[in-house]
């Protein structure tokens, strides 16, 4: 099976930069996902790693080193629309199911 | 647009009266899914469809059913629900069973059991 471990809380102030980790355990491995959800919300999907390095998409990057089993989401220029809960997802080598990390709670202050 | 689409949003019910979630997508995607969410435990997969009539448990499957008779709807059902199943619930879809990675979720239904 999968598991994955990320903080349950990170506090950020505006304008700065936040790194949110994810470490997994799984059998066999195909990728790593991001996911975003406001409160209220339904969760959206952000960025996928499935070779190691840095991936960019505007403020938000992902990094993954498949040899760690760690990955981590980067927030630069932090904005209050960007609190929210993050989860990082794994997908298994020959799975078709997504398995979800508890979830980061970000609060961005000003 | 493009959407996942679930109904009821919102619901209340009793111990044993069965209900149904319906979930649509208009996407035509292949693969489509339900997830439940709860405090503290995050998304945990209940049951996923790779097309029509292929199905198979999620990590949480007790206590539901699901079906897929046509490509864009994937219902949930509860036969005889009980308080341990109030929770959020999403469905959602993505292109295809190597596509999972990337899922397009509806808005969620939030049940409570009494």
């Known amino acids: 099976g999968q598991s994955l471990e990320q903080p349950s809380e990170v506090t950020a102030v505006e304008g700065a930069i936040v790194q949110i980790n994810c470490t997994y355990q799984t059998s066999g491995f195909y990728g790593l996902s991001w996911y975003q959800q406001h409160d209220g919300g339904a969760p959206t999907f952000l960025s996928y790693?499935?070779?190691?390095g840095l991936e960019e998409t505007g403020r938000f990057s992902s990094f993954l080193s498949r040899s760690d089993s760690y990955g981590y989401l980067l927030l630069q220029e932090l904005q209050m629309k960007d609190s929210a809960s993050y989860f990082c997802a794994v997908r298994g080598a020959g799975s078709y199911q997504l398995t979800f990390g508890k979830g980061t709670k970000l609060s961005v202050i000003p | 647009e493009a959407q996942v689409t679930q109904n009821p949003r919102y619901l209340i019910t009793v111990t044993g009266k069965k209900l149904t979630v319906t979930c649509s997508q208009n996407?035509?995607?292949?693969?489509m899914s339900w997830y439940r969410q709860d405090p503290g435990l995050g998304l945990r997969q209940i049951y996923y469809s790779m097309n029509v009539e292929v199905t198979d448990k999620g990590d949480v499957p007790e206590g539901y059913k699901v079906s897929r008779k046509e490509k864009r709807n994937f219902p949930l059902i509860l036969e005889s629900p009980s308080p341990n199943q109030t929770s959020l619930y999403f469905c959602?879809?993505?292109?295809?069973?190597?596509?999972?990675?990337?899922?397009?979720f509806g808005p969620g239904t939030r049940l409570t059991v009494l």
């Open positions: 996407m035509n995607h292949e693969y």
């Open positions: 790693n499935a070779l190691d």
């Open positions: 959602a879809s993505s292109l295809g069973p190597l596509s999972t990675d990337t899922q397009y």
